[in-house]
């Protein structure tokens, strides 16, 4: 069972559809990351909450951290074929004296034209 | 931009030989990181360094060792490959984690064990 579970693992959608992505612990966490990998390429920082009910966008993308600093969604509005990618959530979990990251499985997501 | 350049994009190697993957930084970076990443399980850590010299283990060691002997460069060796290791590998480097930086990562190196 890993730390941060993320679902859906896949998600195929048409281009103009709304989505959400979801990352869940029952650890809590002192921040929490959103990177996104695309083909052949390593991942890519997208976004890193800090504070529980914080809610930051980047154009169409919405991230929310939980309340409590358990968990964390990521919105994408009207998608678009260039948001396909694998989305990681990664979170250094508040009892890690190393405070290293632990990554979530991932979220393959596909946007058809 | 901080460039982390990995040697190989590919390699096939056959069981029982000793692999290096190299990874360089530019950015004078303190940590650099080892992951592999496999379908459905993200990224696992494998070693991690926070300064030329220092090692400290991740969650998946086994089977692995690591180098720094500069601070620009950060080596990963298995010491003989097996086909449980056939998987892609990340290298990522950081400013201090305290300020929680984010991790640069390079483009990975898909390694297949025969």
């Known amino acids: 069972t890993q730390l941060l579970e993320q679902s859906p693992q896949f998600l195929s959608i048409q281009e103009g559809e709304n989505l959400t992505v979801y990352c869940n612990s029952s650890s809590v966490f002192s921040s929490l990351q959103w990177y996104r990998q695309e083909p052949g390429e390593g991942p890519v920082l997208l976004v890193t909450?800090?504070?529980?009910?914080e809610v930051k966008k980047l154009k169409r993308l919405t991230f929310q951290f939980g309340d409590a600093r358990k968990d964390s969604s990521l919105h994408i509005t009207a998608a678009q074929p260039g948001d396909t990618g694998l989305y990681l959530c990664?979170?250094?979990?508040?009892?890690?004296?190393?405070?290293?990251?632990?990554f979530g499985g991932g979220t393959r997501l596909m946007v058809k034209p | 931009d901080v460039k982390v350049t990995q040697s190989s994009r590919y390699l096939v190697k056959r069981t029982g030989e000793k692999v290096f993957l190299e990874c360089v930084q530019d950015m004078d970076h303190e940590n650099m990181f080892w992951y592999r990443q496999d379908p459905g399980l993200g990224l696992r850590l494998i070693y991690f360094s926070y300064d030329v010299k220092m090692k400290e283990k991740g969650d998946i060691p086994e089977g692995y060792s690591v180098s720094r002997e500069k601070k620009e460069r950060f080596s990963l060796i298995l010491e003989s490959a097996s086909t449980n290791q056939t998987s892609m590998y990340l290298c990522?480097?950081?400013?201090?984690?305290?300020?929680?930086?984010?991790?640069?990562f390079g483009n990975g190196t898909r390694l297949t064990v025969t």
């Open positions: 990664a979170g250094a979990p508040i009892n890690n004296a190393g405070n290293m990251l632990t």
């Open positions: 990522a480097s950081s400013a201090p984690m305290g300020r929680r930086p984010p991790l640069h």
């Open positions: 909450v800090v504070t529980g009910g």
